[in-house]
Nanobody, 115 residues
Framework: QVQLVESGGGLVQPGGSLRLSCAGSGFTFRAFGMNWYRQPPEKEREYVASISSGGDTEHHADSVKGRFTISRDNSRNMVYLQMNNLGPDDSAVYYC????????WGQGTQVTVSS
């Protein structure tokens, strides 16, 4: 079955960096665009970034543009989110989304930005 598994979250100080990973399985990973979303505490889930199936087209939300970078490695069935210059407003559970019909979500990984 289709699975998306995120990893790489944790506690980081303001101004720090983290790299999130999402491993896809159970589908032809290279055939589908992939996305990152996040859900801050007591807020709705929001879009962060997306990447095309071949990795040649990326899009980032204005709130993260210039600080976050989405990428993928189709040979490893992985999508990544490099997050730099993190601030407290970036604290959230980060989710990977994609697969057939863009219907699948991972379980999420917690990112906490705090001193």
């Amino acid at each position: 079955q289709v699975q998306l598994v995120e990893s790489g979250g944790g506690l980081v100080q303001p101004g720090g960096s983290l790299r999130l990973s999402c491993a896809g399985s159970g589908f032809t990973f290279r055939a589908f665009g992939m996305n990152w979303y996040r859900q801050p505490p007591e807020k709705e889930r929001e879009y962060v970034a997306s990447i095309s199936s071949g990795g040649d087209t990326e899009h980032h939300a204005d709130s993260v543009k210039g600080r976050f970078t989405i990428s993928r490695d189709n040979s490893r069935n992985m999508v990544y989110l490099q997050m730099n210059n993190l601030g407290p407003d970036d604290s959230a559970v980060y989710y990977c989304k994609g697969g057939p019909r863009q219907a699948y979500w991972g379980q999420g990984t917690q990112v906490t930005v705090s001193s």
